[in-house]
C-alpha cells in the first residue's frame, strides 16, 4: 500500500525504522523502504510532472521537456529495498541543482519562460525542493547511524546523438568522489556495468568522468553532509529510447533493470563488507 505522507510523518516513519512506501502529500516525490539496508537508489530526474499553474506560461512543449529528463531511470532500480525518486519535471525545478540555480531561466539554450515567473511560483518550486532534501538527509542519517557505512546509486540517463563523439553505453561521474578512499569501489561498479549483456545488438561500454564528471547537487549534498557515504552518479545512455520520436523501449528498459538486480546488488554487498571494517 503507498501512502500519502506528510514530511514531517515521513521523517518520523524513517527515525522509527518503519516499513513503508509513500507519496509526499504534494506529490512531488515517492520513497520505498521495504528493508533498512546499506544501499538507496534514486532517480531523481525521473518524474515528469509539471504544475499546470506554469504551463501557459511555459515556452517549451511537452517533448522538449521529456528529452531532458531521464524517464524510466526509477523502473530501472524499482525491485530495490530502498528507492526515492522525483516525480516533478525538472523544468519545474531541478533536484540535482543548487536552490539557487534550481529553477531555469533558459534550458539547453533556448528561453524558458514568456515572462518571468512570479516569486510565489518560485517559492513554491523551492519548498518542494527543500522538503525533498530534508528526507534525503533523514533517511542517509538513519542508513549511516544503522550501518556506519552506505551506497547511494545515483541513476540518470543522457542524450547521446547530440554528441558527435563515441560515447560510453554508462558514465560514471566522479569528479567529487573521495577516490583514495573509494576509487575501488567505483572503478568495480564501471566494470560490472561494462559487463551487461543488452538485446538488440547494443554494446555495454562504460566509462568514468567521459561525458558527465558527477557534478550534480545531490551527490555534492549527500557527500558534504555524510563522510561515509559514496554516491555513485549513473548516467545511461539513452539506448532505451528514441530520443527524437519519444518511444521507450520497454525490453532495454527490463533487460537493465534484471541486470542491476545482481550486478548493483553484488557491488553493494561488496562495498559493505569492505567499508564497514573501516570504522
Known amino acids: 500500500m503507498i501512502l500519502k505522507l506528510s514530511i514531517d510523518e515521513i521523517i518520523k516513519k524513517i527515525q522509527s525504522e518503519e516499513i513503508f512506501e509513500a507519496v509526499s502529500e504534494d506529490y512531488s516525490f515517492t ?3 521495504e528493508e533498512y539496508v546499506p544501499h538507496i537508489c534514486a532517480a531523481v530526474h525521473d518524474g515528469h510532472q509539471f ?5 501557459e506560461n511555459c515556452l517549451h ?3 522538449d521537456r521529456w528529452f531532458e529528463e531521464d524517464p524510466a531511470t526509477k523502473e530501472m532500480v524499482k525491485t530495490f529495498p530502498i528507492v526515492i525518486a522525483g516525480c516533478d519535471s525538472r523544468f519545474e525545478y531541478d533536484l540535482n541543482r543548487a536552490p539557487e540555480t534550481a529553477i531555469y531561466s533558459d534550458a539547453w539554450g533556448k528561453q524558458l519562460w514568456k515572462s518571468p515567473i512570479s516569486e510565489k511560483e518560485k517559492q513554491h518550486s523551492l519548498d518542494k525542493h527543500e522538503n525533498f532534501y530534508k528526507v534525503v538527509h533523514a533517511l542517509v542519517d538513519k542508513i549511516e547511524e ?4 552506505a551506497v547511494v546509486y545515483d541513476m540518470h540517463s543522457y542524450n547521446w546523438k547530440r554528441w558527435d563523439r563515441e560515447v560510453p553505453t554508462i558514465n560514471i561521474g566522479a569528479m567529487n568522489v573521495d577516490i583514495l578512499r573509494f576509487g575501488d569501489e567505483v572503478e568495480l561498479w564501471r566494470n560490472t556495468l561494462s559487463e551487461m549483456v543488452l538485446p538488440n545488438g547494443i554494446v555495454s561500454s562504460s566509462l568514468i568522468n567521459d ?3 558527477g557534478n550534480g547537487y545531490f551527490l555534492k549534498y549527500i557527500t558534504s553532509n555524510f563522510t561515509n557515504t559514496l554516491v555513485l552518479a549513473t548516467e545511461v545512455k539513452k539506448i532505451y529510447c528514441d530520443e527524437y520520436k519519444q518511444i521507450l523501449f520497454p525490453e532495454v528498459v527490463y533487460t537493465i533493470e534484471e541486470e542491476l538486480k545482481t550486478r548493483l546488488l553484488k557491488h553493494a554487498t561488496d562495498f559493505y563488507a569492505r567499508h564497514r571494517r573501516d570504522l
Open 31 to 33: 520513497l520505498k523502504i
Open 51 to 55: 504544475r499546470k499553474s506554469l504551463w
Open 61 to 63: 512543449s511537452e517533448y
Open 146 to 149: 544503522k550501518f556506519t557505512v
Open 211 to 213: 561525458t558527465f564528471k
